[in-house]
């Protein structure tokens, strides 16, 4: 079913629209006439590759939030992560950076670099204090 799925395509999108957008699509796998990738495109985009306000897929770009393997946005949750604002990944990138290997202004991570980094070998106070603030 899902070798079915990947090779013939499903896409879905709601009839409710904002700006021309569907509030949500669903796309995955291959065009069953061009065998082009399938891009889900709306206000929640959901796909291999997906471009919306909120980006959920393999590949994303989501204007507000991406959550993926390899996601942008200005809050993104991927295996790489990069987030204008907060980024949580693996691999994150951000003015708010947690991961493995970060990089950002405020930095929680194994191996990072910043400005206020927070690691096994560094240990900023003003790093520690945001972490907290977000906490609480």
Same mark, same amino acid.
């Given at each position: 079913?899902?070798?079915?799925?990947?090779?013939?395509?499903?896409?879905?999108?709601?009839?409710?629209?904002?700006?021309?957008?569907?509030?949500?699509?669903?796309?995955?796998?291959?065009?069953?006439?061009?065998?082009?990738?399938?891009?889900?495109?709306?206000?929640?985009?959901?796909?291999?590759?997906?471009?919306?306000?909120?980006?959920?897929?393999?590949?994303?770009?989501?204007?507000?939030?991406?959550?993926?393997? &390899?996601?942008?946005?200005?809050?993104?949750?991927?295996?790489?992560?990069?987030?204008f604002v907060f980024?949580?990944?693996? &691999?994150?990138?951000?003015?708010?950076?947690?991961?493995?290997?970060?990089?950002?202004?405020?930095?929680?991570?194994?191996?990072?670099?910043?400005?206020?980094?927070?690691? &096994?070998?560094?240990?900023?106070?003003?790093?520690?204090?945001?972490?907290?603030?977000?906490?609480?």
């Amino acid at each position: 079913m899902i070798k079915y799925i990947w090779n013939s395509g499903y896409e879905w999108r709601s009839k409710a629209e904002i700006f021309g957008l569907p509030f949500i699509h669903i796309a995955i796998g291959r065009d069953r006439e061009t065998g082009k990738f399938l891009v889900a495109k709306g206000i929640i985009a959901i796909g291999q590759f997906a471009i919306g306000i909120v980006g959920i897929g393999q590949f994303a770009v989501g204007l507000l939030f991406g959550l993926a393997q &390899f996601a942008v946005g200005m809050f993104a949750v991927a295996q790489f992560a990069i987030g204008f604002v907060f980024a949580l990944g693996q &691999f994150a990138i951000g003015i708010t950076a947690i991961g493995q290997f970060a990089i950002g202004n405020y930095v929680l991570c194994q191996i990072g670099y910043g400005q206020y980094v927070w690691s &096994f070998i560094e240990k900023n106070a003003k790093a520690l204090e945001h972490f907290r603030s977000l906490l609480w």
